[in-house]
């Protein structure tokens, strides 16, 4: 135990730069003690950078420090070299993995060529010509690196706590405003709903009002006949009793004052007709009814917008792989009130399947009237993704806005001819793609499976073909001004049958 105590001791009275117990030790201003040669060499060196600093702590100084043989820490030193810490501190571990192995000296050097320590030995034999400096040079410029390396760190922690902070306060920002918004939205649909009960109870009232008028006075009309028929069986009844009167002279007297009868009620003007009565306000209210969802459904469209649009932090990176394309995949069906009658819609609206024969739909200002196309129902914000499988003649999987031209044969109604829409037109051989009536050529394999990536914020429209890889058809990158819907038609506007289909996956 003393002799582990001596060496633990011992260690502490080693050089730094030589690490071998202290020869004529000097103590330098930062507290740190080396022998004599060892700084002075190690000045000596820094003197061409006119820098003087302690290898340990690299505290500088200027001027260069005066050194002065610290007495009291040479007289300890001596003191234990007497004690035979010196062969002690020799085989210790620390020491021997600075001992050069081939030349058994102490590696005060340092090879930068090689980037290892070496004795000096080392640098005059095998390192000849090397680039070689002393180890403290080394160890003083990578302390210089190592801080500007940990300044750097710093600065980088320092910015990202500082962003932490940010995004906190975004949170709680977004927070707060989503909490209002709800709060409004639910004050307002309240509003609406309060709205729409009073107008409810008012037709309501309206009825009931009207009904009562109606009853009232068809059941007036009806006491005054009522009236007329008990008047009119007495009076029949004087008549049948004067009928078998057989004093001819009493019946001559009594019957001018008999046979008058009273003016009769205007029957003529009870006209009973086949009404429909409040039937009428069903189909009003029905008209209502339809239209508010209309509205309704329009104005959704601009609520999920604007709430798509609600986006923190930088929009995400596209997605690569089939599996992350899905994680945005959409239910879509197409809109039947949109179809051209040349089109029969099937599987619950998802599969269009172009006709020879017209189909039977009713009247609506939204069809397509002069071309084989069709819009999906939901209209497409945020980030979304759906798949297209086809089948026999060409098709266009494509989108727009919902304020597309229906009406004619125009190129303002066709998908990819006009600045409304944007088209994918699939062939059994090629690809091409149209928007305001331009074309580009589209290379790729073909498949009968077509997948679209929308991200509305990032004005990010990607047609892909799906097999067992996806490949990358076109790319759009513009600025959408409006909600999106899936659209499918026949670029042909003459349509030979062949069975051609398109159904959402």
Known sequence: MAQQGAQLDGAKFCCSICLDLLKDPVTILCGHSYCMSCIKGFWDEEDEKKICSCPQCRQTFTPRPVLVKNT??????EELKKTGLQALVGPSKKLQENICSRHDEVMKMFCRTDQQSICYLCSVDEHKG???VSAAAERTERQRELEVSRQQIQQRIQDREKDVKLLQQEVE???????KAVEDSEKIFTELILLIQKRSSDVKQQIRSQQETEVSRVKELQEKLEQEITELKRKDAELKQLSHTEDHNQFLHNYPSLSQLSEPTDSFS????????????TAAVSELRDQLQ???????????????EVDVLLSEPEPKTRAEFLKYSREITLDPNTVNTRLLLSDGNRKATFMSQKQSYSSHPDRFTGWCQVLSRESLTGRCYWEVEWRGGAIRVAVAYKNISRAGGSNECIFG???????LRCDTNSYIFWFNNITSPVSGPQSSRVGVYLDHSAGILSFYSVSETMTLL????TTFT????????DPTKSFAPDNTAASIL
């Open 72 to 77: 009291m820490l040479a007289d300890i030193v």
């Open 130 to 132: 090397h680039d070689t």
């Open 173 to 179: 920002a977004v927070s707060r405003s989503a909490d």
């Open 270 to 281: 009870i006209n009973i007709r086949p009404l429909r009565y409040f039937e009428d306000v």
């Open 294 to 308: 209309d509205i309704l459904r329009e104005k959704w469209t601009n609520i999920s917008l604007t709430v798509a």
């Open 417 to 423: 001819l006009n600045d409304k829409s944007w088209a």
């Open 474 to 477: 076109h790319r759009v990158q």
């Open 482 to 489: 409006q909600p999106l819907y899936f659209a499918v038609g």
